[in-house]
């Protein structure tokens, strides 16, 4: 892999992969790719047996994955840099980052870091290998280096001395032993929360059929992502993408109160896994949530796996913070984590300067990073040179998920 890696780098990084004629034959190239999609559906979504309609369109689904992570790998040759720049939450002192990126600054980032929004200065560029020096150049205005690149590009974060970590960590659910076993093991809150479930004596049904599809993502999903997320430059699936994954064979859960859809999550059946995609609730209404509906949506994929005999419930990504309220919701149904496979993008996190800004930040954003083997441990950062025992043990209960390898206490 490494050989192939070394060819690959010294192909790419001929200077007429940089010109602009270059990037616009392949936008070109995935622009053709999305505007024959609606054809592709209104084709095939005839064809029979349905068995043959579902490989096909899976197959057309992953070749475009494949071609969309190689223009990403191609265009993450040559980074951009910039300076961001703004107050830090904790300490009310500036805070400033060299981010190398082609992407935006994240704007999840943003929120865990800067007391509004920062200033972002472009300031060159850098190819992936020259990261080492990066950081010698701008040493002395910047406090720590931030990098956003693809995974494939893991080593060269290692070789400059970064603390690598995932965009997204996966949640999954253990559903291979009986139902009373898994609901046993919850945490108490949660199992206060299923009570509340069955107490409003939800209901669900699951269906394939296409105008409530087109109803769940109208009503249900869009309003509630973006109430929750907010101004944002994530990527938001349209109703055509959508409609794609129906035809692949995804499916619809809708869970019902008193007559009327009120929540739902868009799923996969894949072998031994149900993979929930997309959730959300109707109007993305607050009061709902409150209510427990969107709770009813994972109880009820518990009890969907049991009947189905599956062995696991993908409940889907978060961020890799531990403090995180999306990363807690989903631990507390008795999640383990592992590797987010559809979101293959890293950070790489070097420390230049270790002002009190930056201290905080870190102190206050505990988060689960990659090793040297690209196994997942923990980061936790300290201002102390050493922890006694209690403290190591309230960190250790405090951060304990399935599936971190270890957790590194680092003292700042």
Wanted: hydrophobic share 40%; proline share 3%.
């Amino acid at each position: 892999m490494e050989g192939f890696t070394f060819v690959v780098s010294i192909i790419f990084s001929i200077r007429f992969f940089n010109h602009l004629v270059i990037y616009s034959y392949v936008e070109f190239i995935m622009r053709s790719l999305l505007s024959i999609v609606n054809v592709i559906i209104l084709f095939f979504s005839k064809v029979r047996p349905l068995r043959l309609k579902q490989y096909f369109f899976s197959f057309m689904f992953h070749w475009y994955l494949y071609v969309s992570h190689f223009k990403s790998l191609l265009f993450q040759i040559r980074l951009n840099i910039s300076i961001v720049y703004g107050i830090e939450k904790h300490t009310g002192s500036m805070v400033r980052f060299l981010f190398v990126s082609n992407e935006k600054f994240p704007l999840f980032l943003m929120n865990l870091i800067y007391n509004g929004k920062p200033t972002v200065k472009k300031i060159g560029k850098e190819y992936i290998w020259g990261l080492k020096k990066v950081d010698k150049m701008y040493s002395d205005d910047v406090d720590a280096v931030l990098v956003s690149c693809d995974q494939f590009y893991y080593r060269w974060l290692c070789k400059s001395g970064m603390y690598v970590f995932p965009h997204l960590v996966d949640m999954v659910l253990d559903c291979s032993i009986g139902i009373n076993e898994i609901l046993e093991g919850l945490p108490r809150s949660t199992k206060k929360e299923i009570k509340k479930v069955k107490k409003r004596k939800y209901s669900f049904e699951v269906t394939s059929d296409i105008e409530k599809v087109t109803m769940f993502y109208q009503d249900m999903y869009l309003p509630t992502f973006l109430k929750r997320i907010g101004e944002t430059d994530m990527f938001i699936p349209d109703l055509l993408s959508i409609k794609y994954l129906l035809e692949m064979g995804y499916e619809l859960m809708l869970v019902t109160y008193e007559g009327k859809y009120v929540c739902g999550g868009f799923f996969y059946h894949y072998k031994d896994t149900l993979m929930l995609k997309y959730s959300g609730v109707f109007e993305g209404n607050i009061d709902l949530i409150k209510n427990r509906a969107h709770s009813a949506v994972y109880y009820f994929f518990i009890i969907l796996a049991q009947d189905r005999k599956v062995k696991r419930v993908d409940l889907g990504g978060a961020r890799p913070f531990f403090n995180d309220g999306l990363f807690q919701y989903k631990k507390k149904w008795g999640t383990i984590i592992e590797p987010y496979s559809l979101v293959p993008e890293v950070f790489g996190l070097k420390i230049l300067n270790n002002s009190e800004s930056l201290k905080q930040f870190l102190i206050h954003n505990p988060f689960i990073g990659l090793n040297e083997k690209n196994e997942m441990v923990g980061f936790v950062f300290v201002d102390k040179d050493e922890l006694s025992d209690e403290e190591k043990e309230h960190y250790e209960k405090r951060f304990d998920v399935p599936g971190i390898h270890e957790l590194r206490f680092i003292t700042l």
